[in-house]
């Protein structure tokens, strides 16, 4: 089992919907969670960050963490087709590595 | 600075031979990461230095691989003795500190296809 599970999708909406894209984990020391948007032969960018659990919310990106459930979110809201992307999620623990853990990566295509 | 350099974008060599890539990291980063990702993938580890110093390797980073960074700078990753399985996307990321406050800045990557 990998440490990280994330759906591949591809995942298709309509503009303006809205998108929820989840990792599971089973690694119970993850305490850092970020998202990373990678678009077609780019290196990844980070989008969004959160230390331990609780909601972050940046414009249009809302990023949940839920620790009990081992379970992270990144909800898009009024899905553009520029958000066509692939998105990664990415954890590490609390410890004296600096190396992330990524999931797979879901494969998000907006249409007009 | 136009963010995390790497060089070349793509590199297509047959098996057996060596290849090296090289990354040009924001110029005040002190970390400097390398990754592999391939078709479907996430970003797997491969390494990282803290200025000049290897601070961790992977086990993925078998002893056809090395990485140095010398002076702290711009860092190489160098594979001998090619294999098909290397195909991948070789990813740089460097960053001001640790990754939980500042995070990776990626470059776009070497595509590298072995044949």
């Known amino acids: 089992q990998k440490e990280v599970e994330q759906d591949p999708g591809p995942l298709s909406v309509p503009e303006g919907a809205i998108v929820s894209l989840n990792c599971t984990y089973s690694?119970?020391?993850?305490?850092?969670f970020m998202w990373y948007r990678q678009y077609s032969r780019k290196g990844p960018e980070l989008l969004m960050y959160?230390?331990?659990?609780g909601n972050k919310e940046d414009g249009r990106f809302t990023a949940q963490v839920d620790k009990s459930s081992k379970y992270i979110s990144l909800f898009i809201r009024d899905s553009q087709p520029s958000d066509s992307a692939t998105y990664l999620c990415?954890?590490?623990?609390?410890?004296?590595?600096?190396?992330?853990?990524f999931g797979t990566g879901t494969r998000l295509q907006v249409f007009p | 600075d136009t963010g995390v350099s790497q060089d070349p974008r793509h590199k297509i060599t047959k098996r057996g031979q060596n290849v090296t890539f090289r990354c040009d990291p924001i110029?005040?980063?002190?970390?400097l990461y390398w990754y592999r990702q391939t078709l479907g993938q996430g970003p797997e580890f491969l390494t990282y230095?803290?200025?000049?110093?290897?601070?961790?390797k992977s086990r993925l980073l078998s002893d056809r691989f090395s990485a140095e960074r010398p002076k702290g700078s711009f860092s190489t990753l160098e594979i001998q003795r090619t294999e098909q399985g290397d195909s991948a996307m070789y990813l740089c990321?460097?960053?001001?500190?640790?990754?939980?406050?500042?995070?990776?800045?990626f470059g776009s990557g070497t595509r590298l296809t072995v044949v």
């Open positions: 959160t230390y331990s659990s």
């Open positions: 690694n119970s020391a993850f305490q850092y």
């Open positions: 990321a460097s960053s001001l500190g640790t990754v939980e406050n500042y995070g990776y800045t």
């Open positions: 990415a954890m590490k623990g609390r410890d004296n590595t600096d190396k992330l853990i």
């Open positions: 230095f803290q200025n000049e110093a290897q601070l961790e």
């Open positions: 110029s005040e980063h002190n970390r």
